[in-house]
């Protein structure tokens, strides 16, 4: 049981201190306080198969990635780039279902401490119930949602069932968004707020934009103090960089192409990696 | 209470915005700017001008009375869309979207096709404008739609064959919604129907609701009263809900739309979402979709590339939910019938999609009966069509070379 779901954090938990924060904003706070940043890395529920999703997960956290985030393959998922649609078409005819990604993380819980975020679109939790999807997460040990298509305005029955069971909500943030949108993102937020770096989908990018760095200072105007950067983060230079003024950096399809191309030990590497970029940030700062 | 005044987000319990929060700045930057064109006199007057001297509207009504026969002896009225420039009711929406595109300041449009209607009318409406102009269309509606496609690229558009997912409508729109966060500072995107977030649904609505404004002049000039009921074809709803909205409050005229059963409702190849289906969120609505028990949305399947699609306009749940409006199923074999039945009784070749009104509206004329009036959306023209109707009915001589 989470230990904070008797006492559901208040709205605008992202100025909170540490102690009384979700274990992500915890985990990342620690980071912080080790003079870096948290390193985030995503992976596919079911990708190349479910065994082996939940090896490479644990490969994640063995190799110095913080936070974990789980994606449930969607059949319409327009946030993602061609990489994480090949994995997650492929999870979804390899027979993925829902009740997959509970076992998944009941099983990455049982063998590494790093907190298990889960990254969905809206409609399978909807369908599932929203309810009974809070109640199924917070029993296998997950630690919130990601969603990538739902705004704060449209989430009701999401805000409701995460403050009854005190699972994370992380919402988006866009450089495109208007001040009174990014304080509203962070103050429905908790666990960390998904700073977009760039206008766009997932996917590896030579450079991350400048607009990233804008974002994340609006966002700490707004309030934030947990603020994670994702969208084309693939190298250890990239974390380093954008630790230098974020919270986390998130990286995905660079995991999941490593993953793909050369299984689970190119995946640890990879992370090994990119972790060394949070370690170097530290010495640095 | 007035059913036509409603304007989003949410009909009822359907509509919303369950998009990615990079996309909201926009959708509010065209709810805005929509605002203040549709009191714009400047725009209605642009925009009846194109209507008028592009388009060609009003468009006209035609009594069919040789196809009526079969229809239980109603009178049937066709209203012509398919008599508009492109050869669709889709250049009414486009034309008020570009319009708009104009009036934020961007100069490249993107749009999503299933039949190819409303990328051949983007693509027309941005060569019109000198706009940059993007099409995304399933792999499969451009190998059944190739006619469209070339269209397109003759019109100077470029036409992006879709290769994910099922290849067919919905996966254009995912990689268009893609193409649209990636790209949102130039571009708009010319969304081709009724679904969608706000403020699409009630915007497209109001750009395609001329479609029934005037027919219901048009049918009560020409019979002396309201028709009995309208009937149109629904994938994504925009020409029904074009026809229907000028009758929402006028609770006397039945309103019908007619979903692509494709191969039947029991087998799984079918695009009857409202029938078949059930409320859940798809390209930032909620409304009813074919989708499975963990909500991964089923992929549609109908014989009309402009059907298949596995999602609707939230109005229309919304409609249907109220009772306002019904929704029947009809398969690829009826509409084919009423295809060709058509074309050898009145010499009007229909689009597949209208086929599938017009099969629905035969059996309802057999329901309502001889002193009953339907008014029937005939919302395109069939000449996209001749390839897959030549093969359906074994038309084309074996071995020619069609040029």
């Known amino acids: 049981m989470n230990p904070d779901a008797q006492n559901p954090p208040a709205q605008n938990s992202s100025a909170q201190s540490p102690a009384a924060a979700s274990p992500v904003e915890r985990r990342i706070a620690l980071r912080k306080e080790a003079g870096s940043g948290a390193l985030i890395g995503y992976l596919p529920v079911g990708f190349p198969s479910l065994a082996e999703s939940i090896d490479a997960a644990v490969a994640l956290a063995q190799n110095g990635v913080d936070v974990i985030e789980l994606g449930l393959p969607y059949s319409d998922p327009v946030m993602d780039g061609t990489v994480i649609q090949a994995a997650t078409q492929k999870a979804l005819a390899g027979g993925f279902r829902l009740r997959h990604g509970f076992e998944a993380i009941t099983a990455i819980t049982a063998q590494v401490d790093a907190p298990v975020l889960v990254m969905t679109y809206w409609n399978p939790v909807v369908q599932y119930g929203v309810d009974r999807f809070a109640d199924d997460l917070a029993a296998a040990g997950g630690a919130g949602l990601i969603t990538p298509d739902l705004i704060p305005d449209e989430a009701h029955d999401w805000l409701a069932a995460s403050e009854r069971t005190g699972l994370d909500r992380v919402f988006l943030a866009a450089p495109s968004s208007s001040d009174a949108r990014l304080t509203q993102a962070v103050d429905a937020s908790r666990g960390f707020v998904y700073a977009v770096s760039t206008m766009g989908i997932t996917g590896a990018r030579t450079d991350v934009d400048s607009a990233a760095r804008i974002l994340v200072e609006r966002l700490r105007s707004a309030g934030s103090t947990s603020a994670c950067v994702g969208l084309g983060i693939s190298t250890a230079d990239q974390v380093r960089e954008i630790l230098a003024y974020a919270d986390g950096a998130i990286v995905g399809s660079a995991l999941v192409r490593a993953l793909a191309d050369g299984g689970v030990d190119a995946l640890g590497r990879l992370a090994g990696e990119l972790s060394a970029g949070t370690r170097d940030a530290a010495a640095s700062n | 209470m007035s059913l036509r005044t409603e304007s989003g987000p949410y009909f009822g319990e359907f509509g919303g915005r369950f998009v990615p929060e990079s996309l909201i700045a926009a959708l509010d930057e065209l709810t805005e700017e929509y605002a203040l064109a549709r009191t714009d006199p400047a725009f209605a007057a642009e925009l009846g001008e194109l209507h008028r001297s592009y388009t060609g509207r009003p468009s006209i009504i035609t009594e069919v009375p040789r196809f009526a026969a079969h229809a239980g002896g109603a009178r049937v009225i066709l209203k012509r869309e398919d008599l508009n420039h492109t050869g669709s009711h889709k250049i009414n929406n486009v034309l008020g979207q570009v319009l708009l595109t104009r009036r934020i300041g961007k100069t490249r449009v993107i749009a999503e096709t299933g039949a190819g209607q409303h990328g051949v009318a983007t ?281």
Not at chain 2, 161 to 173: E, F, H, N
Not at chain 2, 332 to 347: K, V, W, Y
Request: charged share 20%; hydrophobic share 40%; glycine share 12%.
């Open chain 2, 123 to 403: 693509a027309t409406a941005a060569a019109l404008f000198g706009l940059d102009c993007v099409i995304y269309m399933g792999e499969v509606d451009t190998e059944r739609q190739a006619l469209n496609v070339a269209r397109m690229r003759l019109l100077g558009a470029e036409v992006v064959p879709v290769t994910t997912g099922s290849r067919t409508l919905k996966d254009a729109i995912n990689d268009a919604m893609r193409d649209w966060v990636t790209n949102v500072g130039n571009t708009n995107y010319i969304f081709g129907t009724v679904a969608g977030p706000h403020p699409f649904p009630a915007m497209v609505r109001d750009f395609q609701k001329i479609i029934g404004e005037e027919a219901r002049g048009q049918v009560l000039e020409l019979t002396g009263r309201l028709p009995d009921a309208v009937t149109a074809c629904v994938g994504g709803g925009s020409n029904a809900i074009g026809i229907f909205h000028a009758f929402l409050d006028d609770p006397e005229v039945g309103l019908y739309g007619f979903e692509a059963a494709g191969e039947g409702i029991d087998t799984p190849r079918h695009a009857a979402t409202i029938t078949k289906g059930r409320p859940g969120v798809l390209h930032g609505a909620r409304s009813f979709l074919l989708q499975d028990e963990d909500g991964q949305t089923i992929e549609s399947h109908s014989i009309s590339a402009g059907l298949d699609y596995p999602g609707v306009g939230p109005e229309h749940s919304w409609l249907a939910s109220i009772g306002r409006a019904e929704y029947r199923p009809v398969t690829d074999a009826e509409a084919m019938d009423a295809f060709r039945l058509l074309s050898r009784t009145e010499g009007i070749i229909p689009a597949i999609e209208s086929a599938h009104a017009l099969a629905g509206t035969l059996k309802l004329g057999r329901e309502l009966g001889k002193d009953s009036t339907i008014l029937v959306n005939l919302s395109g023209r069939g000449d996209k069509d001749m390839e897959t109707a030549g093969r359906y009915f074994d038309l084309l001589d074996e071995g020619a070379t069609q040029s």
